[in-house]
């Protein structure tokens, strides 16, 4: 197997399938004698499949293999969410080899009827069946003689008639769906590998934000409940971090509220907001944020010196930033073999962000010559791209931060997106056209369609057009020209 696949629980046979293998606790072997040693769960994948594949599949048996030992140590369906009840009736299913609504018809009557009616004194109707269900799910005949005596069901047993309901009718997923589930079909329908980088970062953000709100269901007539967890979230945050600020409670909201409204046919999603004025839910209102500022010349020559003559990945970090006023982000997602050209004629590095292709706006692709520390850069900027992954993202800019202000004083307004305002000073000093402050900077004045938006996207880069590059390059030079 390849260095990535050495995961634990990861099996894989002979003829090359894979599958996840674990003990179970032996707390549940010794309380429960009958209970099997081991868990064993097919991925469907085989050695061939991708990492984001195999790294989805073995979330998923983590999450069965855990239920499956609550289920061991708990019957009372009151213990279970909605959430794990439908991961326990689609575990049944996939067992099973069975979709659901594969024996689907028209029932005599409907699932809420049949319930109704069987309550009733020597009531003797079900719903119409399928022969084909009763031999899938034979457990079903055993659940409804202990429902007819009027005994209380168990979580298992409550699952098995689910799942004979499952495979004859079609799942209703398109009005009403867990979080979880919700979750689930963002990160596909986005996707994300949320085992790196951004898609990392958000299922991160996706987890804090469920750890106060738990799993709920969302559907037309849920609307109330949403909001009340949401603002659970919102209040539980602010006690615990008293001083947080109001964004960021909305960045840690962003893609969670965005799982919710691609709920299909959701009458309520419009209702989805934090904005004040709506009062769906109470915030504090928005702080003023204190804007960082322009660096002086002397800061700069003293900043340049100490990039070039103490280098790290903090240093570096700050000194490719300084380059275009780079945001952290973009500089975490770079990739070596793909996004740098420091060997070229006219050294450069390439942002077109990440394996996602994630840019802020369609403005900010761009080409970043490298015109101070070159052998810095060099060296440095794949540790730093490790360290930065291996850290949430506001810590990367926080500790960057700190180490500016360590070196160029205690004024709050010193910040790594200061070399923004910086570079955009230097730019104008030196004349640069608009098209190349556009290229090299990303803003949205320019011409969106030139010419260098196509080297950006083109895996050689400039290889075959240098002198558009050497335009930037010397521009960058220019721009630098006092520090270099």
Same mark, same amino acid.
Request: aromatic share 8%.
């Given at each position: 197997? !390849? @260095? ?7 099996? *894989? ?14 707390? #549940? ?38 239920? %499956? ?12 969410? *909605? ?5 326990? #009736? ?63 069901? @168990? ?16 799942? +209703? ?21 949320? $085992? ?12 804090? #934000? ?31 971090? !008293? ?20 709920? !299909? ?16 839910? @109470? ?15 002397? *800061? ?5 010196? @100490?990039?070039?003559?103490? !280098? ?131 803003? +949205?004045?320019?011409? $969106? ?17 240098? *002198? ?5 390059? %010397? ?10």
């Amino acid at each position: 197997m !390849p @260095t990535t696949r050495k995961m634990r629980y990861l099996n *894989e046979r002979s003829n090359g399938s894979l599958r996840y293998v674990r003990d179970y606790p032996l707390k #549940v072997i010794r309380t429960y004698p009958t209970h099997p040693k081991q868990f064993s769960r097919e991925l469907g994948l085989n050695k061939n499949s991708t990492d984001t594949q195999l790294h989805r599949a073995m979330e998923e048996s983590h999450r069965v293999y855990d239920l %499956q030992i609550k289920m061991a140590e708990n019957s009372d369906p009151e213990a279970f969410t *909605e959430s794990e009840k439908r991961q326990a #009736v689609d575990e049944v299913l996939r067992q099973r080899k069975l979709d659901h609504g594969v024996f689907a018809k028209q029932p005599e009557y409907s699932e809420e009827e049949w319930k109704a009616l069987a309550q009733k004194p020597g009531a003797d109707i079900e719903p119409s069946k399928d022969d084909l269900a009763d031999g899938a799910v034979a457990e079903f005949d055993d659940v409804m003689d202990d429902y007819h005596r009027g005994k209380k069901l @168990t979580f298992k047993q409550e699952v098995m008639a689910d799942a004979w309901f499952a495979v004859q009718k079609f799942p +209703e997923f398109r009005r009403r769906k867990t979080m979880r589930e919700a979750w689930s079909d963002y990160v596909e329908l986005e996707g994300l590998d949320i $085992t790196q980088g951004d898609g990392k970062d958000k299922q991160q953000r996706f987890e804090r #934000v469920a750890s106060y709100t738990g799993d709920f269901l969302i559907s037309d007539d849920t609307k109330d409940d949403v909001l009340d967890r949401l603002q659970n979230f919102i209040t539980g945050k602010q006690r615990d971090n !008293p001083s947080i600020k109001p964004q960021s409670i909305e960045r840690e909201l962003a893609e969670f509220k965005a799982a919710i409204r691609m709920v !299909p046919r959701l009458s309520w999603r419009d209702a989805l907001t934090l904005d004040r004025r709506v009062n769906n839910v @109470t915030m504090a209102a928005h702080s003023v944020p204190l804007k960082a500022r322009v660096l002086t010349d002397d *800061e700069l020559k003293l900043f340049f010196k @100490t990039c070039v003559e103490t !280098p790290d990945e903090k240093w570096t970090a700050l000194l490719v930033a300084s380059h275009a006023g780079l945001g952290m982000r973009e500089i975490r997602r770079l990739r070596p073999d793909k996004d740098f050209y420091l060997e070229a004629a006219y050294p450069h590095i390439i942002f077109r962000g990440g394996e996602e292709g994630i840019t802020k706006t369609v403005a900010r692709p761009r080409v970043v010559p490298i015109v101070i520390g070159l052998d810095v850069v060099k060296q440095w900027l794949p540790k730093t791209i490790q360290w930065m992954n291996k850290i949430d993202e506001n810590s990367a800019s926080t500790t960057l931060n700190k180490r500016l202000r360590q070196l160029l004083g205690k004024d709050k307004a010193i910040k790594s997106h200061g070399f923004r305002h910086t570079w955009l000073r230097l730019c104008r000093r030196a004349r640069i056209s608009e098209d190349n402050k556009h290229a090299i900077a990303g803003w +949205e004045k320019g011409d $969106t369609n030139n010419a260098l938006m196509t080297h950006v996207y083109d895996p050689s880069g400039f290889e075959d057009d240098p *002198e558009l590059l050497e335009q930037l390059y %010397q521009d960058q030079q220019d721009i630098f020209h006092l520090f270099r």
